[in-house]
């Protein structure tokens, strides 16, 4: 099972919006809605910010969203603030039992 | 409060195997599913595969299969991951991370890593 393909950075200056894509293929990403979103700062555990491609852990900030079209999820942050600033990684549902990651993105806050 | 803690750093040899734990508490262990996840120095996160606490069922990822085991013990809450014929490229942190059955990759808690080292 291939990773699923992430833009390797992405950079927005604070107080604007940006958004992650995921794309995956017809057997993963758009055939369940099993997306689930991971933000970790270097040196930490990752932390859940959406699952079910669209739904929030509790505590998690709204200015996370996430949405998906056909084989692509996305992530979107809005009103970026400097402590957004992580390596976000997508991870989806393959079937069988089985869930492949992102290869993920590093968000830099200018 | 849910808390997922791991063993500590090992170093091994290449050809070793290597047992990680992960001992969880705060919830009741056989209603969520567990696992593990890697992260070679300075890459991504890996999905290495995850076990059924209630029945000890396995699924594992096509990349480890033969070479990682799980197991879980219900009586002290502790899960296992034992990787064997390990080589350089096992270099990794390796995490624990607490599932929900129905949807696969919620993965809501994790542990702190456990740094396993594989060098000659």
């Known amino acids: 099972q291939s990773a699923l393909t992430q833009p390797a950075s992405v950079s927005e200056s604070p107080g604007q919006s940006i958004t992650i894509s995921c794309t995956g293929t017809?057997?993963?990403?758009?055939?369940?809605?099993?997306v689930s979103w991971y933000q970790q700062h270097p040196g930490k555990a990752p932390k859940l910010m959406i699952y079910?491609?669209?739904k929030r852990p509790s505590g998690v900030s709204n200015r996370f969203s996430g949405s998906k079209s056909g084989n692509t999820a996305s992530l979107t942050i809005s009103g970026l603030q400097a402590e957004d600033e992580a390596d976000y990684y997508c991870?989806?549902?393959?079937?069988?039992?089985?869930?492949?990651f992102g290869g993920g993105t590093k968000l830099t806050v200018l | 409060q849910v808390q997922l803690v791991q063993s500590g750093a090992e170093v091994k040899k290449p050809g070793a195997s290597v047992k990680v734990s992960c001992k969880a508490s705060?919830?009741?262990?056989?209603?969520?599913?567990m696992h593990w996840v890697r992260q070679a120095p300075g890459q991504g996160l890996e999905w290495m595969g995850i076990i059924n606490p209630s029945g000890g069922s396995t699924s594992y990822a096509q990349k480890f299969q033969g070479r990682v085991t799980m197991t879980r013990d219900t009586s002290t809450s502790t899960v296992y991951m034992v990787l064997i014929s390990l080589r350089s490229e096992d270099t990794a942190v390796y995490y624990c991370?607490?599932?929900?059955?129905?949807?696969?990759?919620?993965?809501?808690?994790w542990g702190q890593g456990t740094l396993v080292t594989v060098s000659s």
């Open positions: 017809s057997s993963d990403v758009g055939s369940y809605n099993l």
């Open positions: 079910e491609v669209s």
């Open positions: 991870c989806s549902y393959v079937g069988s039992s089985t869930v492949v």
């Open positions: 991370a607490r599932g929900e059955m129905a949807t696969m990759n919620q993965f809501d808690y």
């Open positions: 705060g919830y009741t262990f056989s209603r969520y599913s």
